[in-house]
């Protein structure tokens, strides 16, 4: 089956082949798809924008849609960035300053206060235009510096036991991650889907 990616974010594209061809899947982005729109993500949760997303793109293609929303939720700051990680300090800004301002914002945080979880929300779309949501988070904390070289966006300062996710191999990410789960929910959930 192959189906549409609602993404220009090449990292979360690799993670979407990655898991979903072990399902059979074929996964193309929505350049190839040959759909170059702007979707606003204006819901209220990740759950919200995640649909909106693949009800768009499902809408605009007539073809299967998958898409995710994602994001980081540290406690000591009240669940922020969240639903706004990708805007956060704004939306043109790049990664390492966003991280420098979450860091800065935890400079008085105890270690035992800098609990966070990223989160993620996938929307399918098929062929009868229902969506269908999988949810699933990755308990971590925020470290005090970058370390790893892969991943993107705030994987370097998210960690899980001893290593940030930007230390992690794109398996061992894949295996714990948010995106991961919520994928291997979906994956489980596809023959019925297709039926």
Known sequence: MEIIVATRNQGKMRE???????????????????????????????GENATIKAMTIH???G????????????????????????RYQGEDTP???KIAALLAELKDAAPEERTARFTSAICFVGEDSTPH??????EGTIGYECRGENGFGYDPIFYVGERSFAQLSGEEKNAMSHRGKALRLFAEEL????K
Do not use: H, N, W
């Open 59 to 61: 809408k605009v293609t």
């Open 95 to 97: 990664y390492p300053e």
């Open 63 to 86: 073809k299967p849609a998958i898409s995710d929303d994602s994001g980081l939720c540290v406690d000591y700051l009240d669940g922020r960035p969240g639903v706004y990680s990708a």
């Open 16 to 46: 979407f082949a990655r898991i979903l061809e072990e399902f059979g899947c074929t996964v193309i982005g929505m350049e190839e798809a040959g759909v170059d729109m702007e979707i606003e993500e204006d819901g209220s949760t990740f």
């Open 191 to 194: 023959p019925q889907l297709l």
């Open 133 to 138: 949501l999988f949810e699933a988070s990755c």
